[in-house]
Every structure is written in structure tokens, then in C-alpha cells.
Antibody
Framework: QVTLKESGPVLVKPTETLTLTCTVSGFSLSNARMGVSWIRQPPGKALEWLAHIFSNDEKSYSTSLKSRLTISKDTSKSQVVLTMTNMDPVDTATYYC??????WGQGTLVTVSS | EIVLTQSPGTLSLSPGERATLSCRASQSVSSTYLAWYQQKPGQAPRLLIYGASTRATGIPDRFSGSGSGTDFTLTISRLEPEDFTVYYCQQYGRSPWTFGQGTKVEIK
């Protein structure tokens, strides 16, 4: 059974850096040709794709957020990490990780507030 | 960046009716890399269709996808009560990957 779980802070202050971890169980990231994406969804709004990392470590980022995002993976820990710098209240959203679009985490709500 | 525009924004239909959802791309998208998702309130999205027309595992055959180039369609042949929710298209063929803004299917 493949499961993904997002973890990280529920509350961050403006200007802080957010670090989110996606832990994948039941599937080896070294075999996951499709890779892992991070996607977010502000309350009541649409899905927004943020970043993707392939099994060969190739990375891709949202154009508008590229300067603030870093995605990385630790295959031995079966984890994919997303960092987003200079957080702002508009970044308040539920953040999801997904393996190939097939398997999704439950999402984690991150609120940006002082 | 490829912009995906979904229409209509909201579709008001009755159970048993046919739903036709549109996803139009600002540039040509390879059919191999066009997906449709269903999202219910409080839940993560669920993959319905990938490769423009291939149903994901466990997806009922009342859901079908079609299209090529810049115009893609998700069709729900006969709406069931559980189908009234929000649907998104996504292209993952050209970086950056992008989603449409969603279509809400509501009960008339």
C-alpha cells in the first residue's frame, strides 16, 4: 500500500522559511520514474502546482515562485523536501505532495501570520 | 507557460444528465500529458484521467476524456450524486506544469 504524508509547521511568520517534508511509504523513490510533485491550494481556491522532482533528480519549478522554492529528495529516507523562503500571508494554503498524480498525501494546512 | 482555461466555471445539472467539461490550452499540449482530477471538499484530488483519455485504476466508465492539441474534454455520461463536485485539468508535458482553475458541477 502506497501512502504519502506531509509534515511541517502549521504556522509560520511572514518572512520566515517554510520547510515541508513528504514521506513516501510502500514505494521506492528510486523506482518512481514519475517523481513527486508539491501542489498547494489556498482556502476556497484552485490547485497550484509548485515543483516536481524526478527519480533522476531533475527538478522543475513554478515560474512565479521559482526564486523562492527548492525541492530535494533523500531516497534512503524516502522523503521529498520542499522549502519556500520569504513566506507571506498569501502563501496560506493546504500543501499536498503527490506521487505521479496517482497517490496523494492528505495535505497539510500552513497558515502564515504574525 | 501553458495556461489552461476551464469552462464553464460552474455547471448546473441534474442527476442522470450528461456533463461536458472543457479545458482549453494556450499552446498545444501533448495528449500524453493531460490529466483530469476530481476533488471533493476537504479531500485531496483524485486522478480520473491521464494521457487525455485513459481512465485511472478504479474510475467508473461513466467518466471519459478526449481531445488533442489545445482542446480537451471530460465527459461524465450520467451524473451520480457523488459526482457533484469540482474538477481540474492539468498539463504535465511542458514545464512549468499547470492546472486549470476548475469547474464546479452542482446540482440543479
Amino acid at each position: 500500500q502506497v501512502t504519502l504524508k506531509e509534515s511541517g509547521p502549521v504556522l509560520v511568520k511572514p518572512t520566515e522559511t517554510l520547510t515541508l517534508t513528504c514521506t513516501v511509504s510502500g514505494f521506492s523513490l528510486s523506482n518512481a520514474r514519475m517523481g513527486v510533485s508539491w501542489i498547494r491550494q489556498p482556502p476556497g481556491k484552485a490547485l497550484e502546482w509548485l515543483a516536481h522532482i524526478f527519480s533522476n533528480d531533475e527538478k522543475s519549478y513554478s515560474t512565479s515562485l521559482k526564486s523562492r522554492l527548492t525541492i530535494s529528495k533523500d531516497t534512503s529516507k524516502s522523503q521529498v523536501v520542499l522549502t519556500m523562503t520569504n513566506m507571506d500571508p498569501v502563501d496560506t494554503a493546504t500543501y499536498y505532495c503527490t506521487l505521479g498524480g496517482y497517490y496523494w498525501g492528505q495535505g497539510t494546512l500552513v497558515t502564515v501570520s504574525s | 507557460e501553458i495556461v489552461l482555461t476551464q469552462s464553464p466555471g460552474t455547471l448546473s445539472l441534474s442527476p442522470g444528465e450528461r456533463a461536458t467539461l472543457s479545458c482549453r490550452a494556450s499552446q498545444s499540449v501533448s495528449s500524453t500529458y493531460l490529466a483530469w482530477y476530481q476533488q471533493k471538499p476537504g479531500q485531496a484530488p483524485r486522478l480520473l484521467i491521464y494521457g487525455a483519455s485513459t481512465r485511472a485504476t478504479g474510475i467508473p466508465d461513466r467518466f471519459s476524456g478526449s481531445g488533442s492539441g489545445t482542446d480537451f474534454t471530460l465527459t461524465i455520461s450520467r451524473l451520480e450524486p457523488e459526482d457533484f463536485t469540482v474538477y481540474y485539468c492539468q498539463q504535465y508535458g511542458r514545464s512549468p506544469w499547470t492546472f486549470g482553475q476548475g469547474t464546479k458541477v452542482e446540482i440543479k
